[in-house]
């Protein structure tokens, strides 16, 4: 099929200034020529240490960055040139869903007013209209309509991350990125909240990027899963075939780190990740995780490993099989 969503050789770097002239001395290449493609429907996990990029890439597709380079595509729309008046009319296609929601909401407004407010400004409706509009949705997500008189601070983190998702839902998206919306939250309320997505997903025909640090959530809720490291896409697979025949060896180490026994790492060669993601303003040369790599050999260190393979890519010199 045609993807919803499709990212070519995206770069997101920031100027590191220096002294009184502020001279610009490097960059810190926070997305460093990615590529990937969302289909209608799915869910696309995107995963990797802090640092590598992920909020970034998730901000650059929503367009709260301008990208420095690459495309992005949505709905057939190439939207990476779009004018901030060709944008408002598909922004509100473009949803995000953040962490912590609590920081995103105005502590001095009604939940009321907070989901009313984009559909106000998008003229989507009438004043009336939208208080129907925030009661239908407050039991969509599951809490009752009475709230929208209540204040931010009233909330449990997981209600709050409800209302975080009924204000990206209210403006009917097709895309929600998902930026490590249960990271915060309670073990025990982190599968409602992914629950709860899934449902939305199926309702409303939704498609999701899911970024999380760990592979708990995103195996449990992504039908696809990206690799990502240092601003780049390392490895992407379907999430079944991820978890059964990893080929990178950081996806290996990321599996190595997740608690649940896979038996199907039984007699892989076990990789810990040592140390720290290393800066991407001096990102390592050859393949950006040489220097973590218990495999690296010297061809490692000169040349950069280009993303391959069509069902199962991974962009490795010596991928293990
Ligand atoms: Fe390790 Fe080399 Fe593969 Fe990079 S290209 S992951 S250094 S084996
Ligand atoms: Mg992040």
Redesign the pocket.
């Known amino acids: 099929g045609t993807p919803l969503l499709e990212i070519n050789n995206l770069k997101q770097y920031y100027p590191i200034k220096k002294g009184i002239f502020s001279k610009t001395v490097g960059h810190v290449k926070a997305v460093d020529g990615l590529s990937l493609q969302i289909y209608p429907g799915e869910t696309l996990g995107l995963v990797g240490e802090s640092g590598c990029g992920k909020s970034t890439t998730g901000r650059a597709i929503v367009q709260l960055e301008k990208p420095s380079e690459g495309e992005i595509i949505f709905d057939g729309k190439n939207i990476s040139n779009f004018t901030n008046r060709e944008m408002r009319s598909i922004r509100t296609e473009l949803q995000i869903i953040f962490q912590d929601p609590y920081s995103s909401l105005n502590p001095r407004k009604r939940i009321g007013d907070l989901l009313s407010e984009p559909l106000l400004f998008h003229k989507l409706a009438t004043p009336s209209e939208a208080k129907k509009k925030v009661e239908d949705m407050l039991e969509i997500v599951g809490l009752p309509k009475s709230y929208r008189n209540r204040y931010p601070h009233e909330f449990s983190g997981g209600q709050r991350q409800r209302i975080g998702i009924a204000r990206a839902l209210i403006l009917n998206p097709k895309l929600i990125v998902c930026d490590e919306p249960v990271s915060a939250l309670d073990v025990s309320i982190q599968a409602q909240v992914l629950n709860l997505l899934k449902d939305l997903q199926n309702e409303f025909n939704l498609t999701y990027l899911f970024i999380g640090h760990g592979l708990g959530a995103v195996k449990y809720i992504s039908d696809r899963i990206a690799v990502m490291y240092l601003g780049n896409i390392?490895e992407i697979a379907k999430t079944e075939e991820m978890f059964k025949n990893p080929k990178?060896?950081?996806t290996l180490a990321l599996l190595n780190a997740y608690p649940v026994p896979n038996p199907h790492l039984r007699g892989r060669q076990r990789i810990v990740l040592e140390g720290d993601v290393p800066s991407p303003a001096n990102p390592p040369k050859?393949?950006?995780?040489?220097t973590r790599?218990?495999?690296?050999?010297s061809?490692?260190?000169e040349?950069v490993?280009v993303l391959t393979g069509v069902h199962h890519s991974v962009?490795?010199?010596?991928?293990i099989n």
């Open positions: 390392v990178h060896p950081y050859g393949c950006k995780f040489h790599c218990p495999i690296a050999q061809k490692c260190r040349e490993p962009a490795c010199h010596f991928p």
